[in-house]
């Protein structure tokens, strides 16, 4: 848990607050995304997570992405932004949260997939057709509006 998310729980307790947070979207050119599958859930994924104090959006995917994968990020391309009642949950340690979540694109991107770290239990690039069937359920519509075949921004 981060030092803000710590801090701001703290003060709240399990009750609702609003909750900041960036993904990304990293794509290759053999039209594939990079997934991670989740080790808090055993879902897969695109990584992504909490904005801190202090950072920008596009410092916040950049960090979550090379935590939970290894790689670094070039340009990023704005894909979207989601908010709203869909987006209210109570996470499994009780805290509830309402996310807002800007997502990117990225086809930008250096270094070597680390395989080990304490988010991901594996990753892996899926063709775009042909995605895992447990995706993470919060992050479905991403993945929707991905293959939808319309052009981005999407704002949900």
């Not at 960036?22 to 808090?40: H, P």
């Not at 894909?79 to 694109?105: M, R």
């Not at 395989?115 to 991403?142: A, G, T, W």
């Amino acid at each position: 848990m981060s030092d803000y998310i710590h801090y701001l729980r703290n003060l709240v307790g399990n009750n609702k607050v609003i909750m900041v947070a960036a993904g990304v979207l990293i794509l290759e050119k053999e039209n594939r995304v990079l997934l991670q599958l989740r080790s808090d859930n055993g879902k897969w994924g695109r990584p992504g997570g909490f904005m801190e104090m202090g950072e920008t959006i596009e410092e916040t995917a950049r960090r979550e992405v090379y935590e939970e994968t290894g790689l670094t990020l070039g340009k990023l391309d704005f894909f979207g932004i989601y908010s709203g009642p869909n987006y209210e949950s109570t996470l499994a340690n009780g805290d509830q949260v309402a996310l807002v979540k800007i997502i990117f694109t990225c086809q930008d991107y250096h270094g070597t997939l680390d395989k080990e770290n304490e988010e991901s239990l594996k990753l892996e690039f899926f063709s775009v057709d042909d995605l895992p069937e447990n995706i993470y359920p919060p992050q479905k519509i991403e993945f929707i509006d991905l293959l939808s075949g319309k052009q981005p921004p999407f704002i949900k």
